[in-house]
Structure formats: C-alpha cells, structure tokens
C-alpha cells in the first residue's frame, strides 16, 4: 500500500529556536497534504491543507507564521514550528491522500513528537 | 458541519473475549465516508476500512468485522476473541463534503487487552 515517510520521529529543541518536519509520500503523487496536531490522549486535529504549488489553507485558530508550510514538489510537503515554545511541544502528524475526492484513502506518516524545552 | 462521536473514551477487556467500539457520526451529505483507524503505543495512524455512505454491506476481515447502519448514523467496529495486540487507540472518522479530503476524527476509544 502506500506509504507516507515523516521525519524526524522526534525531536528536542531549545525554546526559541525553529524546527522543521517532513512529509514524504514514497511510491505516489500528492498535491494535498494534511498536517494535524495531537495532544497527550487526545484526537487529531487538523492544523492546515498543504497544497502543492501554492499557499497552505489553515484553520481557524491556527497561526500561520508560527507554523510555516511548504509543499515544494509532488512528494514533499513541510512543517516549519518557529519560534518554538514549550506550549508548542506536540505530536505532529502528516496525512496525503492517494487521490481525490473522498473516495481518496489517506495514509499517514508515523508522527513527530517535537518536545520545546 | 460534520461530527463524528466515539463515546467510549476507555475500555478494557480480558483476552479472547469479544469487544465492539461505538462510532456515531453526523453529516448533511448523502455522500460520505467512513473510516477507522488504529493507533498503536508508537503513534502511527494505521488504516483499518473505508466504507462509502451507499454501502451498508457489513463488513468481515478476520477478527474485525464493521456494521454501518445509516438509519442510526453509526460504525460500530467489533474486534472478535480479542489479542494483547489489539491494544491501542481507536479512531472513528468522515470525509464528507465530497471532493474535500478533510478527515474529521472522533476523540478516539482507549482499548486495553488484559492478558
């Protein structure tokens, strides 16, 4: 089946500083990612639609010059978290969807738990 | 608006006994679909079954089985003769206003297999 790579799995970071997540589809196209957000024991929630080729959609709530989106290319889309802070320690998880539409199964990356210290 | 409600938060269920998980959903849109996901200690997302709104077929893979009933708006996933492996966290899911591929998830049911 297909398979979505995201990397790093985790990671550790220094308040203040930024990192960077991606999302790889391996063996398909993907002009839609889905990046979502999951807190301890909780459900995912969408954070923005990354779009191949053009400006991320993210939802209410969400800001976007905090978390930074770029969909640079068919296979690669990434998470940027700026600026990082304790509040922002997560786990992150990317989504693409191997068509369109809803008929369209999404496959997910394994997630990265970014912890801001 | 969509929403989709998993009122179990928590089960725990000795092994080889049988276990189903509850899936409530709500939409306007006649086409839609459903899914299921499982997610283990590790964190991935691992994909369970898709079923489409025009569907009711249940469905059978091995100790899994799924019953979708429109007329009560439900997805009920049952595990059968349940395994230590079963454990994990269990999502209920929509896609519906069709050409969107926004998954909305439920909160998710907390399965524990006692062995």
């Known amino acids: 089946g297909a398979v979505v790579s995201q990397h790093p799995s985790w990671v550790i970071c220094k308040s203040g500083t930024s990192v960077k997540i991606e999302c790889r589809s391996l063996?398909?196209?993907?002009?839609?990612m889905f990046w979502y957000r999951q807190f301890p024991k909780q459900s995912l929630m969408l954070m923005a639609t990354?779009?191949?080729?053009?400006?991320?959609?993210?939802e209410q709530g969400v800001e976007k010059d905090k978390f930074l989106i770029n969909h640079a290319s068919l296979t690669l889309s990434t998470l940027t978290v700026t600026s990082a802070h304790p509040e922002d320690s997560s786990f992150y998880i990317c989504?693409?969807?191997?068509?369109?539409?809803?008929?369209?199964?999404?496959?997910f990356g394994q997630g990265t738990r970014l912890t801001v210290v | 608006a969509q929403k989709v409600t998993q009122a179990q938060t928590e089960i725990s269920v000795v092994e080889k006994e049988d276990v189903t998980l509850d899936c409530v959903y709500e939409?306007?849109?006649?086409?839609?679909?459903l899914f299921w996901y499982k997610q283990p200690p590790s964190g991935e997302l691992v994909f369970l079954i898709r079923?489409?709104?025009?569907?009711?077929q249940n469905e059978i893979s091995g100790r899994y089985s799924w019953n979708f009933q429109k007329s009560t708006s439900s997805f009920n996933f049952t595990i059968t003769a349940s395994q230590v492996v079963d454990s994990a966290v269990y999502f209920c899911?929509?896609?519906?206003?069709?050409?969107?591929?926004?998954?909305?998830f439920g909160t998710g049911t907390r399965l524990t297999i006692i062995p």
């Open positions: 899911a929509l896609i519906s206003n069709f050409g969107n591929e926004k998954l909305t």
């Open positions: 990354s779009n191949e080729g053009s400006k991320a959609t993210y």
């Open positions: 079923r489409n709104s025009f569907d009711e």
């Open positions: 939409t306007r849109d006649t086409t839609y679909y």
């Open positions: 989504s693409a969807p191997t068509g369109t539409g809803a008929v369209a199964e999404a496959f």
């Open positions: 063996d398909f196209q993907a002009t839609t």
